[in-house]
Antibody, heavy 117, light 108 residues
Framework: EVQLVESGGGLVKPGGSLRLSCAAS????????MSWVRQAPGKGLEWVAL??????????DYAAPVKGRFTISRDDSKNTLYLQMNSLKTEDTAVYYC????????WGQGTLVTVSS | EIVMTQSPATLSVSPGERATLSCRAS??????LAWYQQKPGQAPRLLIY???TRATGFPVRFSGSGSGTEFTLTISSLQPEDIAVYYC??????????FGQGTKVEIK
């Protein structure tokens, strides 16, 4: 079955850190561009970060609100995508989804990150 | 950054009637436009890509059209299971990828 499963969300204090994971199965993960997209409670969708494939050099891109604080990475041997989130702010509170390719054709179920004191 | 604007914010349609959702880009995105359906408590699901190609699993009552800056998602005969929020996404000029703010479709 083709699927993405996120994990690692939880409650963290402002200024804290958290690492999200996304386990992929059912497709060739190593050939897929991967992104994180988030959705604040009751709000719309916001692209967060992208990582291309390793043969492409694995370059990354970030949305302005998270640049310098978040790091996207991948381990093709484990079919897993990561998002390291540092210096978290209350406005980072959201459900974080991992998704595939240029137009986000496959989505996980999401993991909730709550930043609150 | 390309700004995507959806209208209306909420659309109330009677069962069996046509629903027409609009998405406008602040500059041309060619045909690099996707639509997503998000039901309450669920992840978004790709509905349309390339402005008009329906994704696997969606019935023919869903159709997309447009190019450049003006796009439309049409549900030809609204069914109760179509109640959801629909988002458009441009993937022509990135980063960043940018979504519209969503249109909530409800039953009248």
């Amino acid at each position: 079955e083709v699927q993405l499963v996120e994990s690692g969300g939880g409650l963290v204090k402002p200024g804290g850190s958290l690492r999200l994971s996304c386990a992929a199965s059912g497709f060739d993960f190593s050939k897929a561009w991967m992104s994180w997209v988030r959705q604040a409670p009751g709000k719309g969708l916001e692209w967060v970060a992208l990582i291309k494939t390793t043969p492409d050099g694995g370059p990354t891109d970030y949305a302005a609100p998270v640049k310098g604080r978040f790091t996207i990475s991948r381990d093709d041997s484990k079919n897993t995508l990561y998002l390291q989130m540092n210096s978290l702010k209350t406005e980072d509170t959201a459900v974080y989804y991992c998704t595939t390719n240029l137009y986000f054709d496959l989505w996980g179920q999401g993991t909730l990150v709550t930043v609150s004191s | 950054e390309i700004v995507m604007t959806q209208s209306p914010a909420t659309l109330s349609v009677s069962p069996g009637e046509r629903a027409t959702l609009s998405c406008r880009a602040s500059q041309s995105v060619s045909s690099s436009l996707a639509w997503y359906q998000q039901k309450p408590g669920q992840a978004p699901r790709l509905l349309i890509y390339g402005a008009s190609t329906r994704a696997t699993g969606f019935p023919v009552r869903f159709s997309g059209s447009g190019s450049g800056t003006e796009f439309t998602l049409t549900i030809s005969s609204l069914q109760p299971e179509d109640i959801a929020v629909y988002y458009c996404l441009q993937y022509n000029n990135w980063p960043p990828w940018t979504f519209g703010q969503g249109t909530k479709v409800e039953i009248k």
